[in-house]
């Protein structure tokens, strides 16, 4: 027995997303849920899993073909976002996404011809991976408010300032720094600007220990007089908050599509729970408060994935859809943990102990609602957009 079966046809998915969607879930199932516990303990995913990735494919799915990329569209990062999602591990599903579709698309969408003939192929081999650089001490989902500032020195700029909870912080070779380059205006004076490992005066101070996403490596970064060429560039100088909101819509929508495969994964592992587990002498699947509440949260996640489709949808065809992803960022984070509250009650004592799957996915969900966008900030960005 199925909850809401993921897999039925959408009118949005073609043949080509639905064989996408059977390759990861063959890769999850093989490559990622045996080893999924030891990442958590280790606190990242080895970087060879992400090579393996990148050979197959799932990690340039919307980038050109020339650079070794895949060139399909939103729907096809909402499926691959999805499936990580159902692997049960946040933490490996968000290692994956912000490198996909959070940060190397910065260098895709704005780096020079130089710089994506220099990485692009290894970010799609997964040999380079990316994390984006923008959380400060000070300043979260308020960009204009980071004091990362990019001075410049002739052929170079020189980069101080510190970094907080940077996803794939310690082990990307790769960092797209938002920095403030200058200016009295906040949304003209940042700049992105590419930092490779290993540039002086630049380094990884400490990593974060978690409630969830516990297999993801996030780190405080430092620059203390980091010396980046002119060339690191990525768009125009003073153009990078642009970039930043630009892309926040795509993270989203992702973000939004991991949640609803995390949320989907745990109702179909309480349903397998509740039909054998006993209590009163009958299977706890019997009782109708539990049957009912299992109903009700699998018509919401339904509802919720078709929203995320119809808009990944309409956003590769161009479509502004700045309301609906902040509706969608807002809605499926919530909703994640929403379910997962149900479902841990409904595993009783045994999901409440470390090392259940459903005490795992629940403290991974409670991120869903603050990374990309805390869920007041995404309500606040619909409520503006009402009436329009």
């Known amino acids: 027995m199925a909850i809401a079966n993921a897999e039925s046809q959408s009118p949005y998915l ?12 063959r890769f999850v199932e093989s490559e990622v849920k045996p080893h999924g516990d030891a990442w958590e303990k280790a606190g990242f995913v080895p970087r060879e899993v992400l090579r393996r990735m990148g050979e197959l494919g799932f990690l340039g799915l919307r980038f ?17 976002a999805e499936e990580l999602g159902r692997s049960t591990y ?6 994956v996404l912000d490198h996909t579709d959070m940060s190397s698309v910065h260098i895709a969408n704005g780096g020079s011809e130089a710089m994506k003939a220099k990485w692009m192929p290894r970010v799609i081999d997964g040999s380079a991976i990316v994390a984006v650089a923008i959380t400060e001490p000070g300043a979260g989902s308020d960009v204009k408010g980071i004091r990362t500032t990019a001075r410049r020195d002739g052929d170079h700029y020189v980069l101080n300032g510190t970094k907080h909870f940077i996803t794939n912080g310690v082990h990307a070779e790769l960092y797209c720094v ?20 290993g540039t002086p005066g630049f380094r990884v101070t400490r990593t974060f220990d978690k409630q969830g996403w516990r297999s993801n490596d996030m780190a405080e970064l430092v620059f203390e007089d980091a010396r980046v060429p002119v ?36 109702l ?55 309301r609906e992803v902040s509706m969608i960022k807002a ?24 090392g259940s799957t459903i005490e795992r996915m629940a403290r991974d969900a409670r991120a869903h609602t603050i990374a990309g966008g805390a869920t007041d900030v995404m309500l606040e960005e619909v ?5 329009r």
């Open 268 to 322: 179909e592992l309480t349903l397998a729970y509740v039909m054998e587990r006993r209590a009163f002498g009958a299977p706890l699947y019997e009782k109708q408060a539990v049957r009912m509440k299992l109903a009700e949260l699998s018509a919401r996640v339904a509802a919720a994935r078709a929203f995320v489709l119809e808009t990944a949808w309409r956003s590769s065809r161009r479509q502004d859809c700045t």
């Open 64 to 80: 050109p073909a020339r650079y070794g990329g895949s060139e399909l569209d939103e729907l096809a990062s909402c499926v691959l």
């Open 14 to 25: 073609t043949e080509e997303h639905e064989m996408l969607r059977a390759q990861v879930r």
């Open 331 to 354: 809605l499926c984070g919530e909703l994640a943990n929403e379910v997962m509250y149900a479902c841990l009650q409904l595993h009783g004592g045994a999901g409440y102990m470390t």
């Open 90 to 95: 946040g933490g490996f599903a968000v290692t």
């Open 231 to 266: 060339g690191n560039i990525i768009g125009e100088e003073g153009r990078g908050f642009y970039a930043l909101m630009q892309n926040f819509q795509n993270e989203r929508l992702v973000l939004g599509a991991q949640a609803i495969g995390e949320a989907q994964a745990a």
């Open 178 to 197: 938002a920095a403030k380059s200058g200016g009295d205006n906040p949304s003209r004076s940042v700049s992105m600007i590419l930092v490779e490992k």
């Open 383 to 387: 409520a503006k957009r009402l009436g």
